[in-house]
Nanobody
Framework: QVHLMESGGGLVQPGGSLRLSCAAS????????MGWYRQTPGKQRELVTS???????TYADSVKGRFTISRDNANKMGYLEMNTLKPEDTAVYYC?????????????????WGQGTLVTVSS
């Protein structure tokens, strides 16, 4: 089975920064299209940012200029850099990605979700 695992969440003061990481199980996967989502209790999961296979990015208006999505296929990781954090950014953050095996057979697994990591922005 293919799994993603987020890390890097925690408690941070308003105005602070965090970097979330997203790692695929094993070491033989390449990240394709990827997205970071967040969810708060009682609300639907929302897309925060995404990156296509070609590297084109989109951001929710609420995080533009503060969050940056990236991936490092040399290290088989995806990232979400979050700056100038606000209390309203508090949520469980999830990564979702298409993963392609780098060894034969080169199968692509689509829409793989991680288990989430909690980000709390509070003084």
């Amino acid at each position: 089975q293919v799994h993603l695992m987020e890390s890097g969440g925690g408690l941070v003061q308003p105005g602070g920064s965090l970097r979330l990481s997203c790692a695929a199980s094993g070491t033989t996967f390449r990240f394709g299209a990827m997205g970071w989502y967040r969810q708060t209790p009682g609300k639907q999961r929302e897309l925060v940012t995404s990156i296509t296979n070609a590297g084109n990015t989109t951001y929710a208006d609420s995080v533009k200029g503060r969050f940056t999505i990236s991936r490092d296929n040399a290290n088989k990781m995806g990232y979400l850099e979050m700056n100038t954090l606000k209390p309203e950014d508090t949520a469980v953050y999830y990564c979702k990605a298409d993963l392609t095996r780098t060894t034969w057979p080169r199968i692509t697994y689509s829409d793989i979700w991680g288990q989430g990591t909690l980000v709390t922005v509070s003084s």
